[in-house]
């Protein structure tokens, strides 16, 4: 442990801990271009809440806003607050792109300008006669065809109700006032989740004291309520759980020593774990804590059966306790490493993380048994006989035997119970089942969106070419294809680069187009004259026009002037491809959308689709590294105890593991890649169980004389039992009353499977002899 010890100092002063789903998931599998655009297309949205204050008047709603914006200052959780839009910014950007005003033209203008080109003249006309004609007319002496105005515009497809700099919305009832904030960081740690939350709810009550109302969403509240959520449940169940366990424990030794001692050997290798797993991989992932922390729970069998062992024989010593227990304990230590083994060679590093995680854990937590128990047992020995020991021997003598009586239809009942409930198990693997949300946040956010439909679905289009050339060419001839989906109602809006910038030859093409259409034809001209510009002022039109001929604008140049929304659309080309980002709004037809993949250079992508197959596939892959695991166990087995004995032993977990899928089917459970991990657990408990009853009756026949201590090696076999399965069901089962699909989803597995176990495991070398 001092060695351990000197590596925590080196490993957990560092960054260690992986949330992303993706970590979990092979770098083969990832796809590295639609990782980095998953990435870029999420970086933004799970950054972003969204607040709306409502009043009765945009008035009202506007200053609720503001007493809203002065409360979230300080908070010191947001990098960015976006109340007043930022004129200044607008204005910069407005005047580093104008000078490319005849080279950037909308889709729009082009048509208009290819089909008939007086049409542009005379909406400008009807424009600068319209009541909003004074605005447009302060932009005549420098944009007289107003085609730059139209291009800026242009690039706010949503058209919004601004008072006072802040954009206003209104629904049948009330007005609101839009406050747009950034987190820090995407990945909050879990004292500013509570943080959020906390804010939350605090400014949802100050707001109603002051008369207004407040509605507010984003991923990272959602993030918030679910970590919450789980926070809350763990806790109620680990103080429950732990306040059962120390008055189990209490109730059975009437003593500290071995309560302090399990926990000893727990934290050992939990430790232990933790160190050589972040040594080994530089990051584990917090799955890797949850289910790796549930497998070394298999150690507690080990101090317990050492402990219980002192209620078998008169004089208990230690050092004799571990002469008895130790090829138990040996054998059982063994084969749990050989299952964890085949997970070690497995591709997935989730499985390689928890693997790793449990087999050291594991290991030091046997040798904190072994080699400390002697020494911290020394004069422990019990001169009661518990209940729940009489309980255990009273159990073991006659559950058994009414097993074996009735075993025929039993036999029969659980295999009809086992194959229906095979046949009703349905795989769940929608990623969706593991994030729970309060209705009331998801009415909210429905809410939002309704009123500001502005947030990114899940689902985009990656575009790709091998040049920049190839890229715009491939985006433009989606970009067809979404607008035909737009006019059918099947899409709200998209947003792509290349409808805000125009490459090199559209961007000369567009300053032809004009040249031809406008200012070669004399329309340019006899425009400006009926409006009254001077001959000067057309003079000077002209040579603008005729200077700006060889201009064009870059790319990068053009991104340096966007906003952040539009910067996240373009991934960069690299030696051998461009590529970039076309966002989607509002979809109500994903099939029509998903067609669309066949275009050259289009690649779609739907996050939560692409992440439930892949945990569908990692589901099958996993049930046959648990079988190989299985067969592993049994075959290790075999070589050391002979093949009817390993049958025996491995039997127990074996069915264990059907019952509880079984159950699972018949009680419309949710069935996924991380039931699995339960079944770990129910297969290293279940063998620990079924080799120290095989020990006990080994043992009783190595015993000749009358006197022997048989019965007492079965009872306190049956107690250690007893003791691991009830502190197992307390630790784990209980989280099968959590409301989060993925946590119910393990306790209610690991509860049917270890309940499973206990019953069975007396059957090992069970003999009639031994009830007398």
Not at 383 to 399: F, M, R
Not at 560 to 569: F, I, V
């Amino acid at each position: 442990m001092l060695v351990i010890g000197t590596l925590s100092s080196q490993t957990l002063t560092k960054d260690w801990l992986e949330t992303g789903f993706l970590a979990l998931l092979p770098a083969t599998e990832q796809q590295p271009d639609i990782a980095k655009a998953v990435k870029q297309h999420n970086e933004q949205r799970d950054r972003k809440v969204i607040w709306l204050t409502g009043a009765a008047t945009s008035e009202a709603a506007i200053n609720h806003a503001k007493q809203l914006k002065q409360q979230l200052q300080q908070s010191h959780l947001f990098k960015t607050l976006l109340l007043e839009l930022p004129q200044q910014q607008v204005l910069q950007r407005y005047q580093q792109l104008f000078p490319y005003r005849y080279q950037l033209l909308d889709a729009q203008t082009q048509a208009t300008l290819q089909n008939n080109p007086k049409d542009l003249l005379s909406r400008n006309l009807e424009t600068l006669y319209s009541p909003m004609g004074q605005m447009t007319a302060a932009d005549l002496e420098h944009d007289p065809l107003l085609i730059f105005s139209r291009y800026f515009h242009a690039q706010n497809p949503i058209h919004l109700t601004v008072e006072h700099g802040i954009v206003v919305l209104k629904d049948t009832s009330q007005y609101w006032a839009l406050l747009l904030t950034d987190l820090e960081d995407s990945h909050l740690q879990l004292d500013k989740l509570e943080s959020l939350l906390v804010l939350v709810n605090n400014a949802k009550a100050k707001m109603q004291e002051s008369g207004g109302d407040l509605m507010v969403t984003g991923m990272p509240l959602f993030t918030a309520h679910g970590a919450d959520s789980a926070k809350q449940e763990i806790s109620t169940v680990g103080v429950g759980s732990s306040v059962g366990i120390i008055i189990l424990m209490l109730l059975t030794f009437r003593s500290l020593r071995p309560l302090i001692l399990s926990f000893l050997a727990i934290s050992c290798g939990l430790f232990a774990a933790l160190v050589v797993s972040v040594l080994v991989f530089g990051k584990i992932h917090i799955i890797t804590l949850v289910f790796g922390a549930s497998l070394i729970g298999v150690a507690d069998d080990y101090a317990l059966h050492f402990m219980c062992d002192s209620f078998g024989a008169k004089n208990w010593q230690p050092r004799h306790g571990l002469r008895y227990i130790f090829p138990g304990l040996l054998i059982g230590l063994l084969t749990n490493l050989l299952s964890y083994s085949g997970l070690v060679l497995s591709p997935f590093p989730g499985l390689r993380q928890v693997a790793l995680f449990s087999a050291v854990g594991l290991l030091v937590a046997w040798l904190t048994v072994v080699l400390l128990f002697p020494l911290l047992l020394t004069r422990f020995t019990p001169e009661h006989q518990p209940v729940i020991l009489k309980l255990a021997n009273y159990w073991q003598q006659h559950w058994p035997v009414w097993l074996l009586k009735n075993r025929h239809w039993l036999v029969s009942l659980l295999v009809i119970f086992i194959l229906g409930g095979l046949w009703h198990l349905t795989p769940r693997d929608d990623v969706r089942l593991l994030q729970s949300a309060p209705a009331q946040l998801i009415k909210m956010a429905d809410k939002i969106k309704q009123l500001l439909p502005v947030s990114p679905e899940n689902q985009f289009f990656l575009v790709s070419g091998s040049n920049l050339d190839e890229w715009h060419r491939n985006e433009q001839q989606l970009l067809k294809a979404l607008k035909t989906v737009t006019a059918q109602n099947k899409l709200s809006i998209y947003q792509s680069l290349s409808d805000y910038w125009p490459d090199e030859n559209t961007q000369k093409s567009n300053y032809q187009l004009l040249d031809g259409s406008l200012y070669q034809s004399g329309l340019l001209k006899q425009y400006m004259s009926d409006l009254g510009f001077s001959d000067k002022a057309i003079k000077n039109e002209l040579n603008q026009f005729t200077d700006a001929r060889n201009k064009t604008i870059s790319i990068s140049d053009w991104l340096a002037t966007a906003d952040e929304s539009k910067q996240n659309l373009w991934l960069g080309c690299d030696s051998s491809q461009c590529r970039s980002i076309v966002s989607l709004i509002g979809i109500s037809d994903l099939s029509a959308l998903s067609s669309l993949q066949n275009l050259s250079g289009i690649a779609w992508v739907d996050q939560v689709e692409q992440l439930s197959s892949m945990f569908a596939r990692y589901r099958i892959r996993v049930s046959l590294l648990l079988t190989a695991a299985y067969l592993l166990v049994f075959v290790g087995l075999g070589f050391k105890l002979g093949w009817k004995n390993a049958l025996a032993i491995t039997s127990i977990p074996v069915v264990a593991a059907l019952v509880s899928l079984a159950m699972m089917g018949w009680c419309n459970q949710l069935f996924s890649l991380f039931n699995l991990f339960a079944l770990i657990l129910v297969l290293g408990i279940g063998v620990d169980d079924a080799i120290f009853f095989f020990m006990a009756e080994a043992s009783r026949k190595k015993q000749a004389s009358p006197d022997s201590d048989n019965e007492d090696k079965r009872a306190s076999t049956s107690l250690a039992v007893t003791l691991s399965a009830l502190t197992t069901l307390l630790a784990f089962g209980l989280l099968a009353i959590s409301s989060t699909e993925i946590v119910h989803a393990f306790g209610f597995t690991v509860a049917t499977g270890i309940f499973t176990a206990l019953l069975l495991s007396p059957l090992v070398g069970f003999r009639k002899a031994v009830v007398g």
